[in-house]
Structures are given as C-alpha cells and as structure tokens.
C-alpha cells in the first residue's frame, strides 16, 4: 500500500466517523431527554399522593377532587405536559391517582 492510498482512504473514513460520532451524541440526548421526563412524571405522582395522605391526615378526609389538591396543598402539574386522572371511590378511601405523557 502507497501513502497516496491510505491519506485517501483516511480522508473517507474521516467524514464516517464524525458521522457516527454525531449520531451516538443525538442519541445519547435522546436517551438522556427521556430518563428526566420519566423522573418528572415519577415526582408529579408521588408528590400527588403525599399531598392526598397530608390530606387525610389534617383533614381526615381524602381531597374530593384534583383541583382541591392544587388549590390548598400547592401541588402543581404542568398540564401542558401530563394529564392526571383522580378517581375518589370513597373519603376514607386513597384515590386512584395516575399520570400520563400527554401527547405532543
């Protein structure tokens, strides 16, 4: 093999390899934006149900509604982000309380 040959043959591989470089960057950001969207809708739903219990406790009285919780215990849920669906079976009863990804 000639010099000539191999400077050719880095100068192809040169451009494959930043290609590749940049693609496991955009995935990792990918993956990276994912986890933390997962750990903000784990917090939203267990600071929803620490809210609900704190509750019961002063109130002896699980909240009636979602909004109850966001009015007088400062839970804030970004709607534009999750949906939160609050079942109330019955006042001494937990709630169903469950978080979804609202579509973007």
């Known amino acids: 093999m000639t010099k000539?040959?191999?400077k050719r043959l880095l100068w192809l591989l040169l451009p494959a390899l930043a290609l590749c470089f940049v693609l496991f960057f955009l995935t990792a950001?990918?993956?990276?934006?994912?986890?933390r969207a997962l750990e903000d809708k784990a917090?939203?739903?267990d600071a929803l149900h620490r809210a609900a219990v704190s509750c019961y406790a002063?109130?002896?009285a699980y909240p009636p509604d979602?909004?109850?919780l966001v009015d007088n215990y400062g839970v804030q849920v970004d709607t534009q982000r999750f949906t939160v669906?609050?079942?109330l079976h019955?006042?001494?009863l937990m709630p169903d309380i469950t978080v979804l990804d609202r579509p973007q």
């Open 4 to 6: 000539g040959f191999l």
């Open 29 to 35: 950001l990918s993956n990276l934006d994912q986890g």
């Open 43 to 45: 917090q939203l739903e």
């Open 58 to 60: 002063i109130e002896g």
């Open 66 to 68: 979602l909004a109850y």
């Open 85 to 87: 669906v609050y079942q």
């Open 90 to 92: 019955a006042s001494n």
